[in-house]
């Protein structure tokens, strides 16, 4: 008996839905470096931070990830500075028609009852807006 070997292009097929999904992770990660940067050279005195709960895991990075405390819906960023009133700024980055999940609806209202104030911007210009906002 003879097995038939079946050769493989080096990348596998990858279905329409999972490249929608990348390409509009990748624009969210861009953003996202785009207001990071901005904020650094705006900034300098105060302290932001990234969160990195997304991105695709295996069940087992998962697992660690969960018991070492990652939580499910929990805002991109984080400026670590009280103002009026507030403990700090959590802010969620979206793009194009993007939604919150219930996780992230659920992770905001209960930042806001702690007394954190949140934002969820879609684009570079409401970042600007909402943080120079906060922090002025």
């Known amino acids: 008996m003879s097995k038939t070997l079946k050769t493989y292009n080096s990348t596998p097929p990858i279905d329409k839905e999972k490249k929608i999904a990348r390409k509009r992770n990748n624009l969210e990660s861009k953003l996202q470096r785009a207001c990071i940067k901005w904020f650094k050279y705006q900034y300098p005195q105060e302290v932001i931070f ?75 210009e409401e970042f600007i807006e909402k943080v120079t906002e906060y922090l002025n």
Request: aromatic share 10%; charged share 20%; proline share 1%.
């Open 50 to 124: 990234a969160i990195p709960n997304g991105g695709k895991r295996s069940k087992i990075e998962a697992a660690i990830m969960k018991g070492e405390g990652v939580l499910q819906g929990v805002s991109d960023l984080f400026v670590m500075s009280g103002k009026n009133g507030y403990n700090g700024l959590f802010v969620e980055m979206k793009t194009g028609s993007n939604t919150l999940s219930s996780y992230q609806k659920q992770f905001i209202k209960t930042a806001q009852d702690k007394g954190y104030k949140t934002e969820v911007c879609y684009s570079f």
